[in-house]
């Protein structure tokens, strides 16, 4: 691993330790904020970089997905930080967001930024109509974006293999690159991934993979043997969704975590203030863990989520065919929402009897989260018996 | 006594009509149609899981305290036509503004449906209390838009007849607002860590833009401790006191920034803008103490 910062050299570049210290000429300019930080020293980070497959696109290995963000300073913070790519969608914030970044990439040169958008289909992905439907997105969100050209773009939210290799859309991602109106095709996937992942190379179409990838997906090992696969194959490999999805997490150690993976070209945290992007930047100047994170990371996977993912791979285990999600979520409702009113609603609505577990001396039930399932349904049964005038 | 008892009532008919829905009960909100049936399966997803459903779009969603969603959809009979409703619950009815202004575009056609709602092509999407209903459909026929409203006009009914938009807003002045732009940030609002809750609203004057912002701090205390970090960060030594200063935010600019109780008002005017910023501030404030 290389690392081009050390720690006391990496303070001074942070977005809120050394902001405006780093704004190359051609960002200068831009408004008001921009010109109100002190300019004395234009040196940038120089992050790790790694090149994105056969895109032969060479990217910081700290990128920004700004689905989460609103704010266009906090997008020209990240880029006077070293930041080049940018990821969003046609659909985050029903299209606000690309028209957030257009507005960022109007007064910004064109070759100092990579983006990348995403068209969702959905259901229709295999339909008639999906050809239409794409180009009418993709048209959109170039307007939005205020751009001749994105990137990559990317077929969103893929979790088959054949809407991967479905030909008509594969068909649109090739004519739109001969037209010049994208550079690279990609998929992204938050679900099925490795099977995605396959089949993004075997389409010979696909140059990127985005896909989710974090150190508490239940299939991480399958993860790292597809994603080795995708880098054999040439295809660049982004990663997202790598704080899991969760709170409590110890975001710089999260990150590190995905972005140790040689296989991952570039990582889109989605940040939304200035003090997180100095985490993330602080992460991406170097790699290697910490005491602290070394601490989390062999916790992590003993941390148990507290909301029940409705999988239903409980069904059938109970011998008192319990309705045990809907416990689950009830649990939910009381300890993560503080709602016991609600919690109360949803057991009234089972009908449950008195005491659900009286005839069993344990619970046989399987968890795939790990939940104490006889553990919660003892808990959040006791709600049935408060007054109502206490749980408003 | 009496006016004990009036009370109670009151605080009771405020507990009851801000009281979340359940999925089942939503399921029995929905009215029933000629010519479609609703799907057997109403599926319910969590912070946890709303991934799963609704891929990177879940981010923003978690950041305005999403709790529930439930969907599922009324599928035509004798066709493959179908309308999703995906039915968001929040954890406050501000919070559920924030995700509905959030995904607001002013060119949409708006209609009176709960406290807001509007129309696009396959979709009719409106705001409730805490809760943000979604109608979807791939069909874009009328009828099927027909439809549409009138499930989304029988549930706004059921979910609370008298649906209003948060009262804050009635804190911007209307000379020079753009329509609808109106926004509810629940955290790191100017992509400050420490400033939340806020409230903002496009203006334009001469052709220049410019956004006017509340944040509400709760209380007297958490508005002063908002603006001590403010300063902190951006290393001014003035002491907070209530009245008007600048923050010379080296992220967003020269922020006017009036401190009246709770509240903290103030214009970020990126574009120059001649904007008489002492006037307007106070004019909010007085607008909010109202």
């Known amino acids: ?392 | 006594m009496i006016k004990k008892y009036t009370i109670l009532l009151l605080l009771a008919g405020c507990a009851c009509a801000a009281r979340a829905q359940t999925p089942a009960e939503l399921r029995a909100m929905l009215p029933a149609v000629d010519g479609w049936t609703l799907s057997d399966k109403t599926e319910v997803f969590n912070r946890d899981n709303l991934f799963d459903r609704i891929n990177g779009a879940a981010d923003v969603f978690l950041i305005c305290n999403f709790e529930e969603m439930t969907t599922l959809d009324y599928l035509k009979d004798g066709s493959k036509t179908y309308v999703t409703l995906q039915m968001y619950r929040h954890a406050t009815p501000a919070d559920t503004f924030a995700i509905y202004s959030a995904e607001r575009t002013p060119d949409m056609t708006f209609l009176d449906i709960g406290a807001e709602g509007y129309r696009a092509a396959g979709m009719v999407y409106f705001l409730s209390g805490s809760m943000y209903i979604k109608l979807m459909t791939a069909d874009e026929s009328a009828e099927t838009a027909a439809m549409m409203e009138n499930v989304a006009r029988a549930l706004a009914r059921k979910i609370d007849p008298r649906a209003a938009l948060p009262a804050m807003l009635k804190t911007f002045p209307a000379e020079g607002k753009q329509p609808r732009s109106e926004m509810y940030i629940v955290e790191s609002f100017l992509g400050h860590k420490f400033l939340n809750s806020a409230w903002r609203a496009a203006y334009t004057k001469d052709g220049k833009e410019y956004q006017v912002f509340v944040i509400d701090g709760k209380t007297k205390a958490g508005a002063e401790n908002m603006l001590a970090d403010y300063l902190k960060f951006v290393k001014q030594t003035e002491r907070p006191e209530e009245g008007l200063f600048t923050v010379r935010d080296r992220f967003n600019g020269d922020i006017p920034l009036l401190w009246r109780g709770r509240y903290l008002f103030g214009i970020i005017n990126d574009s120059g803008a001649q904007v008489d910023a002492g006037a307007l501030l106070a004019q909010m404030a007085l607008t909010a103490q109202d």
């Open chain 1, 1 to 392: 691993m290389r690392n081009n910062i050390n720690r006391r050299r990496f303070l001074r570049y942070t977005a809120t330790g050394g902001a405006g210290l780093l704004v190359p000429a051609s960002l200068l300019g831009q408004s008001r904020a921009d010109t109100a930080a002190p300019s004395k020293n234009n040196t940038a980070p120089k992050f790790e970089q790694r090149v994105l497959g056969r895109t032969g696109m060479k990217l910081p290995i700290l990128s920004m997905g700004v689905m989460r963000a609103d704010n266009p300073n906090l997008v020209k913070a990240a880029m006077r930080s070293g930041i080049v790519h940018f990821d969003t969608a046609h659909g985050y914030q029903r299209g606000n967001n690309e028209t957030m970044l257009g507005k960022v990439f109007k007064d910004t040169p064109r070759d100092s930024f990579t983006v990348a958008t995403k068209i969702n289909l959905g259901r229709d992905v295999m339909t008639e109509k999906a050809p239409a439907l794409f180009m009418e997105r993709f048209n959109t969100s170039m307007e939005r974006l205020g751009l001749d050209y994105v990137d990559i773009l990317f077929l969103h939210a893929i979790d088959n293999a054949a809407a991967v290799l479905h030909g008509p859309i594969l068909e649109i991602m090739e004519k739109l690159k001969k037209e010049g109106r994208i550079r690279h095709t990609g998929v992204s996937t938050h679900k099925n991934e490795p099977a995605v992942i396959d089949a993004v190379v075997k389409s010979k179409v696909y140059d990127v993979a985005l896909t989710a990838y974090n150190f508490r997906q239940e299939h991480v090992a399958e993860m790292k043997t597809a994603l080795a696969r995708a880098t054999e194959a040439g295809i660049g490999v982004i990663a997202m969704k790598t704080m899991a999805g969760a709170k409590n997490v110890n975001v710089s150690a999260a990150l590190k975590w995905a972005l140790q993976d040689k296989n991952v070209c570039t990582a889109i945290p989605g940040f939304t203030n200035f003090e997180e992007l100095d985490v993330c930047l602080g992460a991406a100047a170097n790699l290697r863990y910490t005491s602290d994170e070394k601490t989390f990371m062999a916790q992590a996977g003993t941390v148990p989520t507290l909301y029940c993912q409705q999988c239903d791979a409980c069904a059938g285990q109970c011998p008192q065919n319990l309705p045990i999600p809907d416990l689950m979520r009830a649990y939910m409702y009381a300890h993560g929402y503080r709602n016991p009113g609600l919690a109360k609603e949803t057991i009234a609505a089972l009908d449950l009897p008195a005491n659900p577990c009286a005839d069993c001396a344990a619970c046989t039930v399987h968890c795939r989260s790990g939940f104490n399932v006889g553990a919660k349904i003892a808990d959040i049964a006791r709600v049935r018996s408060v007054p109502d005038e206490f749980l408003v």
